[in-house]
């Protein structure tokens, strides 16, 4: 059973000195689709956007002191997007600014191959989310180290 409501505050959260941790996921699936004839495999990868603007990114928000990395993960991907899946091996680590509160950051990304897509999540009144091809997501997300962590998953992928 899904919790319906996301964690709030900042009392628990990590810091990696004086950098707030934060931890994201990029969802992704393969669509099977037939074009004349020729089954192919595409790759998509789920996109939301923030609570404040309609800017697209990942879901990620902050590592708590209570959980896993790979928790961390997981649940933020539940919170923001809704999705369920396997937390595969990290894809990177980002220091980064954050534009609106200019704070320093740590971001932590790993790839979660969906498995189950809600229908009711936490945070689905304040987030739209779409799945996108590779290079839409690219393009649409606001956050450059977001875009690094598509690339490393996009090569990560494409070598297997």
Known sequence: MAFLVSRTGRQFQRYNEGRRQVVGCIPYRFKISSDEGTMSEELQVLVITS????????????????E????AA?????????????????LGEWDFMSKSRGTFYEGLMFPMLV??????????????????????????????WMKEALDVLVERLSSK
């Open 51 to 66: 609570q404040k603007s309609h800017a697209m990114m990942f879901p990620k928000g902050g590592w708590e002191l209570d």
């Open 68 to 71: 896993s990395v790979e928790e």
């Open 74 to 90: 997981s649940r933020e991907s539940l919170e923001e997007a809704g999705v369920l899946g396997n937390i595969e091996r990290q």
């Open 115 to 144: 498995k189950e897509q809600l229908d009711l999540w936490p945070e689905q009144h304040l987030r739209q989310r779409l799945w996108m091809r590779v290079d839409e997501a690219r393009e649409a997300c606001r956050d450059w």
